[in-house]
């Protein structure tokens, strides 16, 4: 198995010849007298016995009883007699040595080398750590210092989105307000038109004022009608900044908590308390985006969020042009409309004053006919009594006796008198059923006369009252919206 770090050509890996001793040659010992070589820190179960003690103890009983041909008593035992011909050799004792001297040096060249190659493992490994933390750090700050550049034009686009929103809320304020001006307006118009409806006879007329009426209430309804349409749009336009504005905050809020736990995160050192094992996290992919994805959704929100507030600066450059064109507009018609109603009501007070006049004119009339009447009656009245004694006369000549009944002169002239007298009556009374039927026309024009002043006395009232019902009209700054 070859060690991290290390080439497989380490010394401990093969064999090392000492430096320090020259390698022996095998010796022709017994396998007893010299046991395998077992590699560094391996123990024999047996290398640790005595040979002399295991020999003498395996000595077999009755070897006691050997021979000796020199006849010198033995320097030892009998009984270790065999055991003495049976120890190592002063050769195999040095080279016993050798081999553990060599065999020492080897495990301790191997353990050196080990050791060695070790430390410089550790030394590149903690190089590697170091370098590795430090590439991490400078990632986490990269990612950070990314995190800030977004999280600063997150919130100037929210600044300006929230302004934005602000501004549009108040022309959607000034559309309503504007609207609701509207109502006084077309109310009096309207109260005017249904107040009109109650002149009489001919002063029913389709006048101009009736004209202007009529089109000023329409242009008011046109004016409300666009002002609301405008504040409909504006507030499907609001619904459409809340979500930018609802986005952008989530996206922030989201930069904000990844701002904290990434700085956490590159705050943290070897020696901080907060660190521990979580074994198995780095093999958990939880991550739904990368960095080209991560920037582009932020990019999505703010340029959303710019098409918005887009959007929202040309509603309210709408805004003020129709509430600045409604306005006008609302103004022109009224001041047109007040204008007929002025020039009709001078026409109406003329007519009547000229009614009042050829009413008094005819009252003169009347006056003088009733006077006329009356003379004329007593001129017939005066006429009867010379008719009475012109006839009288004529019917007692009548009486007088046979020749006396002569056609004279006073018979001629009385009669001459009672037709001329009787012809002036009919005269008179032809005269005065003349001025009779005059008296009766006379009054005719004058009940006539009186009605239609009435009438222009009505016409004139309500035309008057329309008057002082339009008498106040909202501001140009109120009908802009301004309150």
């Known amino acids: 198995m070859e060690f991290l770090g290390t080439t497989q050509l380490a010394s401990y890996c093969g064999t090392k010849k000492s430096c320090l001793f020259p ?22 179960l047996r290398s640790w016995r005595p040979s002399l003690l295991h020999k003498v103890v395996s000595v077999p009983p009755g070897s006691d009883k050997q021979f000796n041909p020199t006849g010198r008593p033995p320097t030892v035992l009998p009984a270790l007699r065999y055991t003495l011909h049976a120890r190592y050799s002063t050769h195999d004792w040095h080279h016993a040595n050798m081999v553990q001297l060599k065999g020492s040096e080897d495990s301790r060249y191997c353990a050196g080398r080990l050791n060695t190659d070790s430390m410089r493992l550790m030394q590149d490994k903690d190089q590697l750590t170091y370098q590795m933390q430090e590439d991490s750090r400078r990632n986490l700050g990269e990612r950070i210092s990314n995190i800030d550049f977004w999280r600063s034009e997150l919130i100037y686009e929210l600044e300006y989105l929230l302004k934005e929103t602000q501004a549009l809320e108040t022309a959607k304020k000034r559309l309503e307000c504007a609207a609701d001006e509207l109502q006084g307006p077309l109310k009096a118009a309207l109260e005017c038109l249904y107040h009109r409806e109650k002149r009489q006879g001919i002063d029913l007329v389709h006048d101009d004022v009736e004209k202007n009426l009529i089109k000023e209430a329409d242009v008011f309804k046109d004016c409300q009608e666009i002002l609301t349409k405008l504040a409909h749009k504006i507030s499907q336009q609001l619904s459409i900044n809340r979500d930018a504005q609802h986005a952008l905050e989530q996206d922030l809020s989201d930069k904000n908590s990844a701002h904290f736990i990434d700085e956490k995160c590159f705050n943290l050192r070897n020696t901080s308390d907060s660190i521990n094992f979580y074994h198995g996290v780095e093999k958990t992919d939880g991550t739904v985006s990368v960095p080209e994805t991560w920037a582009k959704f932020s ?3 703010i340029r959303c969020s710019q098409h918005a507030r887009a959007n929202s600066v040309k509603l309210r450059e709408d805004t003020e042009v129709g509430l600045e064109c409604t306005s006008e507009e609302m103004w022109n018609h009224f001041i047109s409309t007040n204008l007929a109603f002025n020039n009709r009501i001078a026409e109406v007070a003329d007519a009547k004053n000229k009614l009042q ?29 010379p008719l009475k004694v012109a006839q009288t006369c004529l019917a007692g000549r009548t009486k007088r006796p046979n020749i006396e009944l002569c056609r004279d002169a006073p018979q001629f002239q009385l009669i001459t008198e009672v037709y001329t007298i009787d012809d002036t009556i009919q005269t008179l009374k032809r005269r005065l059923q003349e001025a009779r039927d005059t008296l009766q026309m006379l009054l005719l024009n004058k009940s006539k006369l009186e009605h239609e002043i009435s009438v222009k006395a009505n016409s004139f009232f309500i035309d008057k009252k329309c008057m002082d019902m339009r008498s106040v009209f909202p501001s140009t700054p109120r009908l802009m919206g301004y309150t």
Do not use: H
């Open 357 to 385: 006049a050829q009413l008094a004119k005819i009252l003169q009339e009347i006056f003088q006919t009733e006077d006329t009447i009356m003379l004329l009656e007593r001129s017939i009245k005066a006429k009867e009594y």
């Open 23 to 44: 390698d022996l040659a095998p010796t022709s010992t017994t396998k007893d007298t010299y046991q395998s070589y077992y590699l560094p820190g391996y123990r024999s």
């Open 299 to 301: 990019e999505d929100n």
